[in-house]
């Protein structure tokens, strides 16, 4: 089996969470990079890594790499690739360009351009060009430009990875699924260990952990891009498919809890388990925070806390976070509670040491992942 390049990407600040999921996956010469992770490994690699990871936001098939100084020799490296050996005239493409400290004055003339090259190899070999369709496209093709070297990749995933076909509805700020998966992997959690989010919103957090602990691959309910592309044993892709199937356990009660002061929060929290078949492993209680006995002797706490963008939210929050610091120390001796938040006053406010500050982004959203060792009447800051 010949041996391709890949790059995956993943929200930043998961990256060695990533790679290492990738080894486990059985990739090779795995290697963390900026906002995603490269590895090699045969189709059947690709196709298992887009079915189990849930750190990935894409898996993209490298087609060609080189230096570069101009447009010119993106462009002439975009023709020069056998596309017909990939996809047909009949599907429609698009081209989605990404950079970092590239010299190139403009991406979307370098769009274009790969775009008319794809196009023009079609039309010398059967008089016809693709249609491009920017929304839904049958092929995606991604190209991506530093400031001395280009890439040009074919997209196996589609749709994101993070959209795994069972979340129906959304909190105020919805967490993508990639992103909670990463941070229960960086606050420790595993499958067995008492789990409670108290500000449960949609409930990103629980589906997370019960399809984990359940062993369901996250990509089983849904289609993939590779599944268009030619030269990829779809035979494989079954037995690989089954083999997940058979791997995955039915729902039973665990040690997952998800509270929220909010009855519409829980409701769509509710709704989203029971989309993932899921609602019998989660115990949903309508609970404010700070009036919460834990539901076990120790655990992890992980939450992502409401933060205010407004001054009146702000001020509210400032009032609010040193009461929750009081509840830890009071009543969750322990347990080990993580803050996914971009309000970086939650450590001073709170008033508890934070043994790590890991940096995460949601999106383009600087974030934190604080997480802290509740002890007892230990650990309180003056």
Same mark, same amino acid.
């Given at each position: 089996?010949?041996?391709?390049?890949?790059?995956?990407?993943?929200?930043?600040?998961?990256?060695?969470?990533?790679?290492?999921?990738?080894?486990?996956?059985?990739?090779?010469?795995?290697?963390?990079?900026?906002?995603? #992770?490269?590895?090699?490994?045969?189709?059947?690699?690709?196709?298992?890594?887009?079915?189990?990871?849930?750190?990935?936001?894409?898996?993209?098939?490298?087609?060609?790499?080189?230096?570069?100084?101009?447009?010119?020799?993106?462009?002439? #490296?975009?023709?020069?690739?056998?596309?017909?050996?990939?996809?047909?005239?009949?599907?429609?493409?698009?081209?989605?360009?990404?950079?970092?400290?590239?010299?190139?004055?403009?991406?979307?003339?370098?769009?274009?351009?790969?775009?008319? #090259?794809?196009?023009?190899?079609?039309?010398?070999?059967?008089?016809?060009?693709?249609?491009?369709?920017?929304?839904?496209?049958?092929?995606?093709?991604?190209?991506?430009?530093?400031?001395?070297?280009?890439?040009?990749?074919?997209?196996?995933?589609?749709?994101?990875?993070?959209?795994?076909?069972?979340?129906?509805?959304?909190?105020?700020?919805?967490?993508?699924?990639?992103?909670?998966?990463?941070?229960?992997?960086?606050?420790?959690?595993?499958?067995?260990?008492?789990?409670?989010?108290?500000?449960?919103?949609?409930?990103?957090?629980?589906?997370?952990?019960? /399809?984990?602990?359940?062993?369901?691959?996250?990509?089983?309910?849904?289609?993939?891009?590779?599944?268009?592309?030619?030269?990829?044993?779809?035979? /494989?892709?079954?037995?690989?498919?089954?083999?997940?199937?058979?791997?995955?356990?039915?729902?039973?009660?665990?040690?997952?809890?998800?509270?929220?002061?909010?009855?519409?929060?829980?409701?769509?929290?509710?709704?989203?388990?029971?989309?993932?078949?899921?609602? /019998?492993?989660?115990?949903?209680?309508?609970?404010?925070?700070?009036?919460?006995?834990?539901? #076990?002797?120790?655990?992890?706490?992980?939450?992502?806390?409401?933060?205010?963008?407004?001054?009146? /939210?702000?001020?509210?929050?400032?009032?609010?976070?040193?009461?929750?610091?009081?509840?830890?120390?009071?009543?969750?001796?322990?347990?080990?509670?993580?803050?996914?938040?971009?309000?970086?006053?939650?450590?001073?406010?709170?008033?508890?040491?934070?043994?790590?500050?890991?940096?995460?982004?949601?999106?383009?959203?600087?974030?934190?992942?604080?997480?802290?060792?509740?002890?007892?009447?230990?650990?309180?800051?003056?």
């Amino acid at each position: 089996m010949p041996l391709h390049h890949f790059f995956a990407p993943c929200p930043r600040g998961l990256e060695t969470v990533l790679a290492d999921e990738l080894v486990a996956l059985g990739g090779q010469s795995v290697q963390a990079s900026d906002a995603g #992770a490269t590895f090699q490994g045969d189709f059947g690699l690709a196709m298992r890594v887009n079915l189990e990871s849930r750190i990935a936001s894409r898996v993209l098939w490298q087609l060609a790499a080189g230096p570069y100084t101009g447009e010119q020799q993106v462009i002439e #490296a975009a023709y020069r690739l056998p596309w017909s050996d990939w996809i047909t005239v009949e599907q429609t493409l698009m081209v989605d360009t990404n950079a970092h400290r590239c010299p190139l004055r403009s991406l979307d003339f370098v769009t274009l351009r790969i775009k008319d #090259a794809v196009c023009d190899h079609f039309m010398e070999r059967c008089n016809r060009r693709p249609f491009v369709n920017t929304r839904q496209p049958d092929v995606r093709i991604h190209a991506f430009l530093n400031q001395d070297t280009y890439f040009l990749y074919l997209d196996t995933s589609g749709d994101a990875l993070f959209k795994r076909g069972s979340r129906l509805e959304s909190g105020e700020a919805p967490l993508k699924k990639n992103l909670a998966a990463g941070i229960l992997q960086l606050a420790g959690w595993q499958p067995g260990i008492p789990l409670l989010d108290p500000f449960c919103g949609a409930g990103t957090f629980l589906v997370e952990a019960a /399809e984990r602990a359940l062993e369901r691959a996250p990509g089983l309910g849904r289609a993939f891009g590779f599944e268009r592309l030619a030269g990829w044993d779809l035979a /494989e892709w079954e037995r690989i498919k089954a083999a997940a199937q058979a791997r995955a356990q039915v729902a039973r009660p665990m040690p997952i809890w998800g509270h929220d002061l909010k009855g519409d929060a829980l409701e769509a929290a509710r709704a989203n388990l029971a989309a993932a078949n899921l609602l /019998e492993c989660v115990q949903l209680k309508q609970v404010n925070m700070l009036e919460s006995t834990p539901p #076990a002797p120790s655990g992890l706490l992980v939450t992502n806390p409401p933060y205010g963008v407004r001054m009146g /939210e702000q001020a509210e929050l400032a009032l609010l976070y040193p009461k929750l610091g009081d509840v830890l120390k009071q009543r969750y001796a322990g347990w080990t509670a993580g803050f996914f938040t971009a309000d970086m006053r939650l450590p001073k406010l709170i008033r508890l040491t934070t043994s790590r500050r890991i940096p995460l982004f949601n999106g383009a959203l600087e974030c934190r992942l604080f997480l802290i060792k509740v002890v007892a009447g230990s650990n309180r800051k003056p």
